[in-house]
Structures are given as C-alpha cells and as structure tokens.
C-alpha cells in the first residue's frame, strides 16, 4: 500500500509507527489491567501534532487529511485497541468543531489539539442507541441561555472530559428535526458524573453515563444551527466509521502479526505449526482480508477528501472491517490455543478490545441497512 501513500502520510505514518511501537505497545497491559485513563500516553499522543492530523492549517491542524488520519489510526491502534480508541475522540472533536461551530467554539481547538482540554461527545442515553431521533434528554431557551435536562449514557471520556458536545432535543416534538448540539463545560453546576464503567474490553477510556441537572449555558454554546445537529451528526458519522474501521485493521494486523510469530515459534508432531495447512490456510485468509479491508477504507477516505459523499462507502468499510476483524482475531487466539486464552498474550486483550467495534458508531446491523437504503437508492 504504501506506493500509493503520498510521501508526506509515509512520513506522519512512520511517526504513529515509533509512537505505538515505543510507546503505546508497552503501556498496553498496564493500560488494560488498571482500567485508569492513561493521561501520560494521551498527551504523548497530543505532543507529536497527531491529535490535529486531519484538520487544516487555519486551524491549527497538520493539513494532512481523512486518509492520513486513517493511517495513524491503524498504526496506533496495533499498539492498543483502546489508546487507538482514545486517539479518535479529539481527533473528530477537533473537526467538529472547526467545520460546525463559531468562533466562540474554536477557541477550544487548540486545547484539544495540545491534550490540556479533553473532549467528549454525547448522544447515546441509557434507553435510545441506535434510535438516535428518540433521545429524550432536552434543552429549553430560558432568556439568553439554555437549560440541559437528561442522562447520557456510554461516554467515552465521561469521567475526565473538560467539554461535553451534548445532543440534546430543542423541540422535544419534532423528532430527529428538533435535536440540537450544545457544548457544556463540565465544570457547570447540574452535571453529574457516574461511576466508569465496567467494560469486558476497550479499558482506560473512562467511560461513564453523565446527568445534565439542569445545566445551565449561555445560547452561544449552541453548535450549529438550532434544530441541525441530527444532519451534522450524521455527517460526522461517515468519519468516525472510517476511524472505527482502521481501528478495528490496526487490531486485526496484530493480530495476525502475533499468531504468525506463535505459529513459527510453537512445534507439534515435530514441526512448526506454520508448516500444518490447518494453520496457513487460516493466516493466508487473515492476509486477504486486512488487504481488502485497507483497500476499502482508503477507497472511502479519498473519496471524502474529495468532497464526495460517502454512505454507503463508510458503511461498508465499517461492517467488513469491524466483522472480519472480529472473526480472524477469534483465529488467532485459536492459533495460540491453551496460550491464548492466558492474559500473558496480546492476543486475549485484542479478542476482547475488538469486540466494541461491530457496536461503535452505528452497530453493524444498522451499516447494513444503510446499505440497503442506498443500493435501493442506486438500483432500484
């Protein structure tokens, strides 16, 4: 792939490279075993420019683009699932923010961008995921300000984040046509933060369900236009499916990384169990796999960079990605038998760290009748 990578995404990927080698593959167990945000890891990630990759010079960004922020994903997240996971969230915050918001909201930009302002996002609440439109969490105009009410749930960064892009209904009668986006400083009195939660994977995100108590805040929070941020959201999704698929590549490349250095190194019945055709066959389809899952994601990637829409493209890349990395980190654990069921290899920290990416960002389920929706579109 990389003939096809400008010289300057070499150059921010090998960057990502020695980072998540160096840095992030280390802290990786700790990270998982302690389940604490890993502050020093975030802002080593913040200190190389990465968290301003995709985001233009005006800005404050690199100016590189969707693509290159493809690739340090799947750099950063072969080190650690979760730190890749963490990695996105200002990333997408940052753009959020520079293509939606005012001037007023940029000035959060390069806090973000140097790791002193943590951001998070909320949309998903205890009773409504995927029926993002049913949300029930409000923001009544009171004079110059509005006033939050409602529970978020499943914040990633809940327990630690400095602003919170709360989606909240402006017109609780109007459905997805009445969501608008605020942000809300966390120190503001009525936001209430629960416990982090207990995850089977994806540890160190501080992920918790955050109650908006009557939250006051000036109307000049208001991202966007008001009434607009279902639109806006949805656009972002195409994004941060992209982010999520090379996620989910960057664990399925070590994955398959691991199982080939166990599968050389482990004898049975007097060789390598490479050398058994039970074992190539399943890490030649590993291998066919991750290529076409890279190949989709960047076909995707350069079509946003080109101001093309990407549904169904983003949605794709999304469901195989997710699902094949699913299915051939499963094969490697098994490649690694007994050894691999063991907390003492990466293999079982990848099998339960992957498993969240065929929920994130729209379940699998719904990727698929995006699908349909836009081949009905295309054929029908």
Not at 193 to 208: I, N, Q, V, W
Not at 286 to 294: L, V
Request: contains cysteine; charged residues 25%.
């Amino acid at each position: 792939m990389d003939r096809f990578l400008s010289e300057e995404c070499r150059m921010v990927r090998d960057t990502a490279r020695r980072l998540a080698e160096d840095v992030v593959a280390p802290a990786a167990a700790r990270i998982d075993r302690e389940d604490v945000f890993p502050r020093d890891i975030y802002t080593a990630l913040a200190e190389q420019g990465l968290f301003g990759v995709a985001l233009r010079e005006e800005a404050g960004g690199v100016g590189m683009d969707a693509l290159t922020a493809c690739v340090v994903m799947e750099e950063i997240a072969r080190g650690s699932g979760a730190v890749g996971n963490a990695f996105a969230i200002p990333v997408e915050a940052a753009l959020f923010l520079d293509h939606h918001g005012s001037d007023h909201h940029r000035q959060w930009i390069p806090g973000i961008l140097e790791g002193s302002v943590i951001p998070a996002t909320a949309v998903t609440e205890p009773d409504h995921g995927s029926d993002v439109a049913a949300m029930k969490t409000t923001a009544r105009r009171e004079g110059d300000e509005y006033v939050i009410k409602g529970t978020k749930a499943w914040v990633t960064f809940g327990q630690v984040a400095d602003i919170v892009m709360v989606f909240a209904k402006t017109d609780p009668d109007a459905g997805h046509k009445g969501i608008s986006c605020i942000l809300v400083e966390t120190d503001r009195p009525g936001v209430i933060r629960g416990k982090s939660e207990d995850l089977l994977g994806m540890h160190g995100l501080a992920e918790c369900q955050i109650t908006f108590d009557e939250v006051r805040v000036p109307v000049a929070n208001l991202v966007g236009p008001e009434h607009g941020a279902f639109k806006m959201a949805m656009e972002n999704f195409n994004f941060s499916r992209l982010m999520m698929s090379s996620m989910a590549l960057g664990m399925a490349q070590a994955g398959m990384e691991d199982a080939v250095a166990y599968a050389t190194d482990r004898k049975q019945f007097g060789k390598p169990i490479f050398q058994h055709q039970a074992i190539q066959f399943m890490i030649a389809d590993m291998a066919k796999d991750i290529a076409a899952a890279r190949l989709l994601i960047h076909h995707a990637a350069r079509l946003y960079d080109m101001g093309q829409p990407i549904a169904m493209e983003a949605a794709q890349a999304k469901l195989f990605t997710t699902d094949m990395a699913q299915t051939h980190i499963s094969n490697a654990l098994q490649i690694h038998g007994g050894n691999g069921y063991s907390r003492e290899y990466r293999v079982e920290r990848l099998f339960r760290d992957v498993r969240l990416s065929q929920i994130y960002e729209g379940t699998n389920q719904i990727q698929r009748m995006i699908i349909a929706r836009q081949v009905e579109k295309q054929y029908a």
